[in-house]
Every structure is written in structure tokens, then in C-alpha cells.
């Protein structure tokens, strides 16, 4: 990009070749700044310089996307000797548009992995609906700042580089000239489409093209971002993706009434009594149920959690729990309804709000006040319209709160929430279900003033905070009349990235602790699988109460699963003492992890996983759909 381009094709040509260049450039470093902040999942140090590789790969299929416009209309207007001014001006902020967007997702990509551990995706769309909240999430947390930063230099610089231009031809092209400039822009252009295309063969080129190793930091930091976002959006998109096609419906239905022991009916395919005992010491009890935010299992017995470990201990304590997906809608239709996730689809938003009967709408036909209480805005996800209609009768957001109250863009701090929750909950006579979502373990991190952490990093310290604030609610709690005749029941909303992930899904994003706690309870620690869909048929079993359920619940303290399963954005699992299997319904990867390593022998067991997990989301998803088209 310099004053001594020549008058002639070339000097354009050269001048599109430089921004496809600077592309790549700018992308690999930005890759590199990946590859630095997250050194510390790195698994195999001596591969890594594949990843780089594929890497340039993956972005050189962005920078075709970006290149064949400009080079199509810069090869018309050098062939005809016409409007080459505009086809250069055209290039200039067409590349500095797209190029900027390119980048700036890249850069954006850096945060967002090091957090969820994969690359962004389309389910960041559910957050366009809440520009403010996002926006304060985005501006509330200093780590997200050298991102944007680096993002305004880059912009800055490609600003500044656009403006050195080739000049322009001053006079019309020969007719042997025109035909080698439109048959060279030919060639160039198939050559553009074929780097879209990005390989050879009977399909483009796909996310899986970027896995070649066990390390599954490596195999994510090949793909890039922006192309991740596209193809996952797009395949959101097509008709085939729009539901999961794992297996025939009917098969799935049959097989999850088997392994669930369901006979159903024929509107009603997983229909069964759930027969509560009328004489549990617990009968009849008043329900507080605790999502914590990002609580992952991984989190407890680290010195940071040292109530909740505590609590644990005195509690009816499940370790082997997972959560539905990790997301907090995810933990919220299944824990109150007893559904699993759909990937990253969010099953409480849409245009027409569905209707379920899960614990709240079972509580309150037995006569319970029903009160959701969360920190942020009412609308966010859908909530309020989707809990009202499903069974709370009252839901409390950061519009109830005062306003000097609300630390960022996810409102209220949790030690102000559970106080709010405690005061009204003095004003309810009737037994009541409570449901309290906490948020402080959420960035951007917001330590309070009158809290004291003793880590020095601020992951850590928002983590004895939740803790601390959870201390504080039990210690006003206890004071109150209605203590004794309470099952408390505490869980996480989905896991977090905590220390060196084994593979593409980390067990700590899903493994969340499940606690029922009262003093009418006998502590015991149970080993088996548990699930967020089975606190509600747990729930109403200690409560004594006959309901009929409809759903994916297990009763933990009268059956056991033969294994957990749970999903991950785009990814799906199964897993047994030994085994896990994973699967890209998208992609149709598998990967098989015995005892965390991966592996290639696929015994009947692994088989066996495969099948339940596939029967039991192919039948959510046939469930869901004819409760949504009825």
C-alpha cells in the first residue's frame, strides 16, 4: 500500500493482495494471542504448530470470502477502462468493513474461550436481545479491555494503510489488454472460490478439518472464529438443523420408556405417578432452591467455598452431578421442569411461551406460594413471561430493587438478594417454593466493599464471595420460624472452566454440586448419578406428594441411572464410571475418553451410552416439538 503503485491492473491487483495478506497477517497474531492466554490448557507443546497452520488455512477461507467481491468488480472495471475510481473506492472500505468485523471477532473470541472453552458460536445471537445488559457485561470487566483495545489499533492502522491507494489508468485498455485482464480475473476468482470452498473433494471444508491431535486446545485454536460463527449460524439456519435427527422418533420415545420405566400414553409418552411418601419426616415442607451461578463441583474443597463444603457434609450430598447444559436457561428448564437441553437452544424464549408442568405449577395446585427471585432485568431470557406462565405466581428482578443497588448489568449483588428473598418471604403465610438465581459468580466481577476475599485473583475471589453471601443467608435464615419445616436445596446453574481441561468438553463446566439440606434430614453423601432434571420427582418425593410427571426426572433416592448425559453448546455426552462419549451432531464427530484419555476401542459400553443419550434427546426433542406445535 504505497504512493509508487503504477498506472495498471496490476497496481490494483497488488493493492487487494495487500489486504488479503495484512489479513492473514492480523488474524495469525491474533491467533498467537490466543494461543498465550490460554498456554495453560496446552497438552501437547510440540504439535502446536499444526494448529497455526490449519489456522492460516481456516482464515484464508474468511479472507476469499472478503476478497472475491472486490476482485470481481476491480476485474470488470480494468477490463472496460470505466468507473475504476469507484471499483477502488468500493475495495477500500468494503475490505476495512469486512476486515474490521473479521478481526474484531477474533479478538472477541479470546475472552469467550478462555471462559466457555470454545470458539464463539451462534448461540451468542440469545444475547442481542439485551443490548444493555450485554453492553454492561462487555464494559464491566477489565479483562475484556486489552481485546477491545487491540481491536481499535488494528482498526486504526488498517484506516490509516487503506488510504495509500493505487492511481488511476488515464487511458481506456487495448482489446488484448481487456482480454488478459478479464481472463486473469477469471482464473483469479475461481481461485477465490475455490479458497472458500477450502479443499478439494465432495464437501467445503468443515470445523472437523481443524481436529488432528488429543489435545483439545489445539484442535479448537486451528478453527476460526468468524468462520465458526458463519457456518454455525447458517446451519441453524437449514431445515435439517433446526432439530436434532439422531434417531427415528418413535424408536427414541420406545427406548425412553424403557429405560426410564414408562409406560405413558399416547399424548403423554413418559407419563408416570410419582408416589410420595406421605410419612417422610420432610412431608409438607417449605422448598428453597439455590441456583448458584457457574458453581462447578470443581470449584468446592479448594479453600474458597468453605460453607458450602461445610453444608455439604450435613447435607444429602450428591457429587456425581451434572448439569443439563451451561448455560443458565439450561439449569432452569431442567432443574424446575425436568427437561434436558437442546444444545444451546433456549427453551424459554420464543413467540409462543409453552407450557409445563413442573415443580412449580405441581406446588402450587398443593396450595403453595410460588416466588422466583433472580438479580438481573425480569425480561432477560424470557423469564418472567415464561415463569409466570409456568406456574410462579411472583417474580422479582432488578425492577423491584432500588437503584443504588444495582452493581452492573446483571443487576443486584447475591448477598442483596438473598436478603431481599428472606424479607419476603417473612410476609408468606402458606408453605412456599422459593427459587433464588444468583449471579456474582459471573463476569464482570464486582467484589463489594464490605467484603473481605483473601485470594488475590479476582476469579477466586467473587467464588468465597458467592460463598460468603450463601453464609450469610443460612445465618439470617436459621433465625426464622419456618427454618426447621425447609428443605433447602442447592445446586449449580452449570459448571466452569476450572484448571487444565481433559478434552473438547471439560468435566467442570457441567459437574455442579446438588445439595438438599434441612434438619429433618439425615446427611448422607450418595454416590450415584444424578442429574438437574431429577431434583423436582426428588423434591416431590420427600414432600410426600402424588403428582403425575411427564418428563426426564428420576427420583434419586428410589432409582439410579446406569449414567449421566448432558450437553454442551454443540456437543452431547454420555458417561458411565469409566467411559464418556461425545458427539458433534453437526459435524458428526465422535470422541471416546476412557477413564479422561481418549481412545479408539468402542466396546459395547460405549455403544451403550451412545444409545442412551441419543434415545433420550431425540425424545426431548420430539416431546418439545409437539408440545410447541399443539
Not at 393 to 402: A, F, I, K, L
Not at 586 to 609: E, K, S, V
Amino acid at each position: 500500500m504505497t504512493h509508487t503503485f503504477r498506472h495498471s491492473p496490476l497496481s490494483s491487483l497488488r493493492y487487494l493482495l495487500s489486504w488479503h495478506a495484512g489479513g492473514l497477517l492480523m488474524l495469525s497474531l491474533v491467533r498467537l494471542a490466543l494461543f498465550v492466554a490460554g498456554n495453560h490448557f496446552l497438552q501437547l507443546p510440540r504439535l502446536a504448530p499444526e494448529a497455526f497452520l490449519r489456522g492460516l488455512w481456516f482464515d484464508n477461507v474468511i479472507a476469499c470470502y472478503i476478497s472475491v467481491v472486490p476482485l470481481v468488480v476491480l476485474t470488470l472495471a480494468h477490463t472496460f477502462g470505466r468507473f475504476t475510481r469507484f471499483a477502488l473506492r468500493l475495495t477500500r472500505w468494503w475490505c476495512l468493513t469486512l476486515w474490521s468485523i473479521a478481526v474484531g471477532i477474533s479478538l472477541a473470541n479470546i475472552p469467550y474461550f478462555l471462559y466457555f472453552f470454545k470458539n464463539l458460536n451462534s448461540s451468542i445471537w440469545n444475547w442481542t436481545e439485551y443490548g444493555a445488559t450485554t453492553l454492561g457485561m462487555l464494559f464491566g470487566e477489565p479483562a475484556y479491555y486489552p481485546p477491545m483495545l487491540a481491536f481499535l489499533l488494528l482498526v486504526a492502522a488498517m484506516v490509516w494503510l487503506s488510504r495509500f491507494q493505487p492511481k488511476q489508468p488515464a487511458e481506456r485498455p487495448t482489446l488484448r489488454t481487456a482480454t488478459a485482464v478479464l481472463a486473469g480475473g477469471l482464473c483469479l476468482t475461481g481461485l477465490c472460490v475455490f479458497g472458500i470452498r477450502g479443499r478439494m473433494g465432495y464437501n467445503p471444508i468443515k470445523v472437523s478439518a481443524a481436529y488432528y491431535c488429543d489435545d483439545a486446545f489445539l484442535n479448537q485454536l486451528g478453527i476460526n472464529p468468524a468462520f465458526n460463527l458463519l457456518t454455525s449460524t447458517l446451519d441453524d439456519r437449514r431445515p435439517e438443523n433446526r432439530r436434532l435427527a439422531l434417531m427415528e422418533d418413535a424408536q427414541a420415545l420406545g427406548e425412553a420408556q424403557r429405560m426410564l420405566g414408562r409406560k405413558g400414553t399416547a399424548r403423554q409418552p413418559l407419563l408416570y405417578k410419582l408416589k410420595g411418601n406421605k410419612d417422610c419426616p420432610t412431608a409438607g415442607f417449605n422448598v428453597v432452591i439455590i441456583l448458584m451461578e457457574s458453581m462447578s463441583s470443581d470449584l468446592m474443597g479448594q479453600g474458597q467455598t468453605p460453607f458450602l463444603d461445610s453444608l455439604a457434609r450435613q447435607s444429602v450430598y450428591f457429587p456425581n452431578t451434572f448439569s443439563a447444559g451451561n448455560h443458565t436457561n439450561h439449569g432452569l428448564y431442567a432443574t424446575l421442569y425436568s427437561y434436558p437441553a437442546l444444545m444451546f437452544r433456549n427453551m424459554m424464549k420464543g413467540s409462543y411461551t409453552p407450557r409445563y408442568s413442573g415443580l412449580p405449577t405441581v406446588l402450587r395446585k398443593h396450595g403453595y406460594e410460588t416466588l422466583f427471585f433472580m438479580t438481573h432485568e425480569k425480561q432477560y431470557d424470557n423469564m418472567e413471561a415464561f415463569f409466570r406462565t409456568n406456574g410462579f405466581r411472583e417474580v422479582y428482578g432488578q425492577e423491584d430493587y432500588p437503584r443504588d443497588k444495582v452493581a452492573n448489568s446483571f443487576g443486584v449483588q447475591d448477598d442483596f438478594l438473598y436478603s431481599y428473598a428472606l424479607r419476603r418471604l417473612d410476609q408468606t403465610d402458606a408453605p412456599f417454593l422459593a427459587t433464588l438465581l444468583s449471579i456474582s459468580n459471573h463476569p464482570p466481577y464486582v467484589i463489594p466493599a464490605h467484603f473481605k476475599p483473601r485470594s488475590e485473583k479476582p476469579e477466586l475471589q467473587i467464588v468465597e464471595y458467592a460463598d460468603w453471601s450463601l453464609k450469610q443467608f443460612f445465618r439470617e435464615a436459621r433465625k426464622r420460624a419456618w427454618f426447621d419445616r425447609t428443605i433447602f436445596v442447592l445446586l449449580g446453574d452449570h459448571g466452569k472452566l476450572v484448571g487444565q481441561p481433559a478434552s473438547e468438553m471439560p468435566d467442570c463446566l457441567n459437574h455442579i454440586p446438588l445439595i438438599f439440606f434441612s434438619p429433618a434430614l439425615t446427611p448422607q453423601t450418595r454416590g450415584q448419578w444424578a442429574l438437574q432434571m431429577d431434583v423436582q420427582p426428588t423434591l416431590l418425593a420427600l414432600l410426600g406428594m402424588e403428582a403425575g410427571q411427564n418428563n426426564f426426572g428420576t427420583d434419586l433416592l428410589s432409582r439410579q441411572r446406569p449414567c449421566a448425559f448432558y450437553t454442551s453448546d454443540n456437543l452431547i455426552t454420555a458417561r458411565d464410571s469409566l467411559r464418556q462419549f461425545i458427539y458433534n451432531p453437526h459435524t458428526r464427530q465422535t470422541t471416546l475418553l476412557m477413564n479422561g484419555a481418549p481412545t479408539q476401542q468402542a466396546d459395547t459400553a460405549f455403544h451403550a451410552l451412545r444409545h442412551y443419550v441419543f434415545s433420550m434427546l431425540q425424545a426431548a426433542e420430539a416431546i418439545t416439538e409437539k408440545e410447541l406445535t399443539q
